[in-house]
């Protein structure tokens, strides 16, 4: 009996930290699919922080238009998107991600490091331009990744932030990483979720 009584407080422990839903695969690809599929080359999706394509990433005079001072490539190193401090000149600060756009490739090591560098930017007064080929699928979960580790935004909240200025589909796999970090999100103690400042 007492083994039982401890394993519904330990339940009730475990039911009490749980802050908010966290999807599935199907819940998140239907708010995917249920929103307008149009974006330019480059959307401003937070204040000071851009998803676009390698078109834009490609266009400097654009770039420095925009005010941008920081690049992210989340397709570093791949044949369309080859981009380097070099390329960006002293005036860019540039970080890059060599992933590939498949379900299988796990992204999940460098959300905290792209987060952590786009947080670095905006917090110092930068503007940041984060891209991969198309802006829907790579650069679109590190910047879930960001506003989830340092927005304290869940996942669900952070697509329906994201899809107010841009159409994004992150490929399955990167959905089932960023379900993992929901989840791993939720069950620190001191994260407190905040709605998304976009929807109020």
Same mark, same amino acid.
């Given at each position: 009996?007492?083994? #039982?009584?401890?394993?519904?407080?330990?339940? @009730?422990?475990?039911?009490? !930290?749980?802050?908010?839903? /966290?999807?599935?695969?199907?819940?998140?690809?239907? *708010?995917?699919?249920?929103?307008?599929?149009?974006?330019?080359?480059? =959307?401003?999706?937070?204040?000071?922080?851009?998803?676009?394509?390698?078109?834009? #990433?490609?266009?400097?005079? +654009?770039?420095?238009?925009? @005010?941008?001072?920081?690049?992210?490539?989340?397709?570093?190193? !791949?044949?369309?998107?080859?981009?380097?401090?070099?390329?960006?000149?002293?005036?860019?600060?540039?970080? +890059? *991600?060599?992933?590939? =756009?498949?379900?299988?490739? =796990?992204?999940?090591?460098?959300?905290?490091?792209?987060?952590?560098? /786009?947080?670095?930017?905006?917090?110092?007064?930068?503007?940041?331009? *984060?891209?991969?080929? *198309?802006?829907?699928?790579?650069?679109?979960?590190?910047?879930?990744?960001?506003?989830? /580790?340092?927005?304290?935004? #869940?996942? $669900?909240?952070?697509?329906?932030?994201?899809?107010?200025?841009?159409? /994004?589909?992150?490929?399955?796999?990167?959905?089932?990483? $960023?379900?993992?970090?929901?989840?791993?999100?939720?069950? =620190?103690?001191?994260?407190?979720?905040?709605?998304?400042?976009?929807?109020?």
């Amino acid at each position: 009996m007492p083994c #039982s009584r401890q394993r519904s407080k330990e339940k @009730g422990v475990t039911a009490s !930290k749980r802050k908010w839903e /966290i999807p599935s695969l199907q819940d998140l690809e239907e *708010v995917l699919h249920s929103a307008p599929s149009s974006c330019r080359h480059g =959307d401003e999706v937070w204040p000071n922080l851009f998803l676009g394509d390698m078109f834009m #990433s490609h266009d400097k005079f +654009g770039l420095y238009q925009l @005010g941008i001072t920081h690049v992210l490539n989340a397709s570093h190193g !791949k044949l369309c998107c080859k981009g380097s401090d070099d390329f960006y000149g002293t005036t860019v600060k540039y970080y +890059g *991600v060599p992933a590939n =756009d498949l379900p299988t490739f =796990d992204l999940s090591p460098y959300f905290y490091p792209a987060a952590e560098f /786009i947080h670095q930017a905006l917090t110092s007064g930068g503007r940041v331009f *984060v891209h991969c080929a *198309v802006g829907v699928s790579r650069s679109a979960a590190l910047v879930l990744a960001y506003l989830m /580790i340092h927005h304290h935004l #869940s996942l $669900l909240s952070s697509i329906r932030c994201v899809q107010q200025k841009r159409w /994004i589909f992150p490929n399955r796999g990167f959905l089932r990483q $960023l379900i993992g970090l929901d989840q791993k999100l939720q069950d =620190d103690a001191s994260f407190t979720p905040l709605p998304c400042p976009l929807l109020m």
